[in-house]
């Protein structure tokens, strides 16, 4: 005897409500560990930068440091992020290319930044 379609959808549309509905736990300790203790270079100098304006410069503790064509800024969680969505003055450490252009840029979160600040 065949199941009728309607008895299916009903059965997966319950499905799909009871995932949607289920949260899993996220154990926040274990994620602050994985991006606390993200490798950064060594060689990478640390500043305060301002919010990038959008005119090629980036401002890092006063100084306006040209960026380079290819620059990639990083989040806390070490996800590229677009330079326009930074919205405050925020603690990073950076490299410069052989040119001295600005390349690539670490957002620190706040266990990143006092653990470099005493080493």
């Keep these: 005897m065949p199941i009728p379609?309607?008895?299916i959808a009903s059965i997966i549309s319950t499905v799909i409500e009871t995932a949607m509905q289920a949260s899993p736990a996220v154990d926040t300790a274990q994620y602050q560990h994985y991006a606390v203790t993200r490798?950064?270079?060594p060689e990478a100098r640390q500043g305060v930068m301002l919010p990038p304006k959008g005119d090629g410069l980036v401002s890092i503790?006063?100084?306006g440091l040209p960026l380079s064509a290819a620059a990639q800024f990083r989040n806390e969680r070490n996800l590229i992020v677009q330079p326009m969505s930074i919205r405050?003055?925020?603690e990073?450490?950076?490299l410069v290319d052989p040119t001295g252009k600005v390349h690539r840029i670490w957002l620190l979160s706040a266990p990143e930044a006092s653990s470099l600040s005493t080493n």
């Design 5 to 7: 379609a309607s008895l």
């Design 39 to 41: 490798t950064l270079p």
């Design 61 to 63: 503790d006063g100084h």
């Design 88 to 90: 405050q003055a925020t």
């Design 92 to 94: 990073v450490v950076y």
